[in-house]
């Protein structure tokens, strides 16, 4: 029989009937592109509470025709009868109302909207779950003014907010102080979407799930951990936004680190989200604060027709701003003492891939003179994957040893699963009251530890800020990354060897 886990609720009762969300932000990309897709989703595939009302909230004026085209522009396969019908409930049960985000007045109006919606429900209870689709700049003037005038007393509070939670630490502390100033820490919601993606959720029964496994996930085995986020493309006019935090602030403080954590911490007493979140934030406080001389900086320029990132007009003249960040981090613990992790994110290089790679120290010397080492590779995305890479005899007559792999992609061994989106998963877990999948507020104070020195560094608030290495765009990075990887430990499989779903020499 398949092993069951249990039950991951949180101190919250999951929302199952009265329950209107309000999207914040509803005329904004982000709306438009995750959050309302990934609620239609939900409401198609039943998974939103009975006779959920959704409520579009912005500054932007428009009629409810002019919202349910953009509600739906991101939506797919609309031709599909059957999505159109659902499509057609979805836009019945979706309402929109124009207004500031710093005046009463607007919100008292919005709250009007809301006990006319709830009014139809013909029960005592009320339940309201507020989604901030926002810049970080409005947060919490938004915060403040939900809290005074579109609190619910008639049932469950939540809400959802979206990264970035600030520049360093003391502007995460700022926000954090003024938010829970006016919300609880059980009623927010702190979204990082990699926490939803399937292979990073998949990580706690891979580790904890495998006794196969248990005996080589420390310091003894591993030589070396690499986390690597890429995209093959740049800033294209969104320049300006980008260059306000750069790539660290963008990818590793909090997507690659949030990663590292579930992948390094200690078995938790259970599934709770405390737990979780508990063992979460000891595995980070034995990181010490990045160092300078661990860290390789990079900016894409020109090539194969692509223009540079100075190159973009909503960049600032001159910007230091680094497009590819390789960050080595150490954990100060007996489990990890001596291990480098390695996190490296770019932008414009020559793939799409968010990855694992862990590598594991070489066999004893002996009868083996030249053999590739193990690795264990987690794909994220695209294309999931576990692979095992190990060696093996030739097959004939030589006795002679070659890399390959045990090879788990998803794709192939499970046909006919559906694999949810971040956005998907995790608003579905605000709604069943289960923040393990969301940031605590003491996991972002530690967080923001580890990186605001080199981040202040970056900025130049000690002086002049770093230059950052030219690479061409479309290439894998800086011309130092092989010398710098290769300094702390890794070392690459024959150039001959290739994986089915991406080459490792790529890499």
């Known amino acids: ?91 019945a049960l979706s309402t929109y109302v124009a207004g500031a985000y710093d005046q009463d007045a607007a919100f008292q109006q919005l709250t009007k909207h809301l006990e006319e919606i709830e009014g139809t429900y013909g029960a005592a209870e009320a339940n309201r779950v507020f989604y901030m689709a926002l810049p970080p700049s409005v947060f919490t003037t938004v915060a403040q003014h939900l809290r005074s005038n579109c609190y619910s007393t008639k049932g469950h509070n939540r809400i959802i907010i979206e990264k970035p939670f600030g520049k360093d630490l003391d502007s995460c502390r700022e926000m954090m ?38 005996p080589s996930w420390d310091k003894n085995s591993i030589a070396n951990v ?43 007493v259970s599934f709770s989200a405390e737990d979780i979140r508990d063992e979460k934030v000891k595995v980070l406080r034995a990181i010490p604060p990045v160092a300078r001389e661990d860290t390789l900086l990079g900016q894409y320029v020109g090539a194969n027709g692509k223009p540079g990132y ?7 003249k001159g910007s230091t701003c680094p497009t590819f960040a390789a960050t080595t981090l150490w954990i100060h613990n007996p489990r990890w003492e001596g291990v480098p992790f390695i996190l490296r994110a770019g932008k414009a290089v020559n793939e799409a891939k968010v990855e694992i790679r862990i590598q594991y120290k070489e066999v004893t010397q002996g009868i083996f003179k030249d053999i590739s080492r193990n690795e264990l590779v987690i794909r994220i995305q695209p294309n999931e994957a576990v692979y095992i890479k190990l060696n093996l005899k030739t097959p004939g007559m030589a006795t002679r040893a070659m890399p390959t792999e045990m090879d788990l992609t998803y794709k192939r061994r499970f046909t006919d699963a559906v694999i949810p989106e971040a956005y ?7 709604i069943h009251g289960d923040h393990s999948n969301f940031v605590r507020d003491d996991e972002l104070d530690v967080a923001w530890k580890i990186w605001t020195p080199l981040l202040h560094w970056i900025d130049g608030r000690e002086g002049s800020p770093p230059k950052p290495e030219p690479y061409p765009y479309g290439s894998r990075g800086p011309k130092q990354l092989d010398a710098y990887i290769a300094k702390y430990g890794y070392k690459r499989t024959d150039r001959t060897y290739s994986w089915p779903v991406t080459n490792v020499s790529s890499l």
């Open 177 to 214: 102080s003024a938010l829970k100033a006016v919300w609880t820490e059980d009623e927010t919601y702190r979204i990082d979407h990699y926490l939803g993606k399937e292979m990073v959720k998949n990580l706690l029964v891979l580790r904890f799930g495998n006794t196969a496994l248990t």
């Open 1 to 91: 029989m398949s092993g069951t886990i249990p039950s991951m609720e949180g101190s919250h009762v999951a929302l199952k009937d009265n329950t209107v969300i309000i999207v914040l932000g509803a005329s904004g990309d982000l709306a438009q592109k995750k959050t309302f897709p990934a609620l239609f989703t939900l409401f198609r595939q039943g998974y939103l509470p009975k006779g959920v009302h959704i409520v579009g909230y912005a500054r932007t004026k428009m009629d409810l025709p002019e919202f349910h085209r953009r509600q739906t522009v991101y939506i797919k396969n609309k031709d599909d009868p059957e999505i159109k019908k659902k499509l057609d409930e979805f836009s």
């Open 226 to 268: 690499q986390i690597t986020f890429k995209e093959p493309f740049g800033t294209e006019g969104r320049g300006g936004y980008f260059d306000e935090f750069g790539i660290i602030r963008d990818i590793l403080q909090n997507h690659l680190l949030q990663v590292l954590s579930i992948l390094t911490m200690e078995r938790p």
């Open 424 to 430: 998907e998963a995790l608003i579905l877990d605000a």
């Open 310 to 316: 100075l190159e973009d007009d909503t960049v600032p």
